[in-house]
């Protein structure tokens, strides 16, 4: 109904081990027969490979020789195939794993293994009653899937670094950075606040109010001798 002959191999097959079950429990078979000629068991047993050889060898006393290129038990994988590899991603906190298994058939994957991938610099193993666990090594920040020594500095950000003190896992801000300083006039502008430079601003009220003093006394004393004058000329 489907025009395919696949199911006719997994067929074969399954005869073939149906057969090679019961041979050895047949006494009959086990028998030889004519002098210098293998039993009948030993001929079935010659003749029968693994799928035939997959119609990519030859079946030699049960065991198949390949053709060129190709290879296995069975002669069923070709030798200018790359094998195939299911893989699945498995997290396991910070660190990232790759469940793999690898057929060469399409059909037939094999016990999946899983490999996890770390990172040298920041990363390390410590094994916890046979359980393998990942830990932070000292001293180190992991953001974003990489990782930064205490105290670096973000790649585009000068305000934010790395400080495992506050977080391992996510930048902190740099204390006192985004001050902004400017010079005008002599004097420093610090958030929009303008203060004098060093001791500048005391100065200046010492001299404005000794100013003041001076010519407040100069002032006083002009008025009293012109009333003295005024007297005399009475």
Not at 9 to 37: D, F, Q, W, Y
Not at 113 to 128: E, R, S
Not at 151 to 165: D, K, P, R, V, Y
Not at 181 to 205: H, M, R
Request: overall charge neutral; aromatic content about 6%; glycine content about 8%.
């Amino acid at each position: 109904m489907t025009n395919s002959t696949i199911w006719a191999g997994g067929s074969r097959e399954a005869l073939r081990t149906t057969c090679m079950k019961k041979i050895p429990h047949n006494t009959k078979l086990k028998a030889v027969t004519e002098e210098g000629k293998p039993s009948i068991a030993e001929q079935v047993k010659m003749m029968t490979c693994t799928n035939e050889c997959s119609g990519h060898g030859i079946c030699i006393n049960g065991t198949c020789e390949c053709d060129e290129n190709f290879g296995a038990k069975d002669c069923s994988m070709d030798l200018n195939k790359p094998s195939l590899v299911r893989r699945r991603s498995v997290p396991r906190g910070f660190v990232q794993g790759i469940t793999l298994s690898v057929a060469n058939n399409d059909r037939n994957f094999s016990t999946h293994h899983t490999i996890f991938v770390l990172d040298g610099v920041c990363q390390d193993t410590v094994n916890v009653s046979g359980d393998i666990q990942f830990t932070l090594r000292v001293g180190y920040c992991y953001i974003n899937g990489k990782c930064y020594g205490d105290g670096s500095i973000h790649e585009t950000e000068e305000c934010i670094a790395c400080n495992t003190e506050r977080s391992t896992t996510e930048w902190s801000k740099v204390d006192g950075c985004g001050l902004v300083t400017e010079a005008v006039d002599d004097k420093l502008e610090i958030n929009g606040n303008l203060k004098p430079e060093g001791d500048s601003f005391p100065t200046t009220i010492v001299v404005t109010v000794l100013v003041s003093v001076l010519v407040l006394a100069a002032l006083v004393t002009s008025v009293a001798l012109y009333y003295k004058m005024k007297r005399s000329a009475r």
